[in-house]
């Protein structure tokens, strides 16, 4: 049976995915391009930018120096 998500989670899921898809087309990178300076699929940062798979903070390191910022960028405001 799968595993119902908490809202708060989705929440902030959904809000670091959409700074991850505001950065990625202000630098002008498609999802593919992204993707394969993360050694990713362009759907896997679909799914991230979407809230719909969790991002680790391993991941969200690496999504985050590809981006050029800190992961900190990405928690700002988070509640």
Partial sequence: ???KRDP???ATNRLIGDRIRK???LQKLST???????GITGAQVGKYETGRDNI??????????????GAGYFYLEVE
């Avoid at 593919?32 to 993360?38: D, H, I, P, Q």
């Fill in 1 to 3: 049976m799968p595993r």
């Fill in 32 to 38: 593919t391009a992204l993707g394969a300076k993360l």
């Fill in 56 to 69: 680790s903070a391993a991941r969200l390191v690496h999504i985050a120096k590809a981006l050029n910022r």
């Fill in 23 to 25: 950065l990625r087309q």
């Fill in 8 to 10: 708060a989670l989705k």
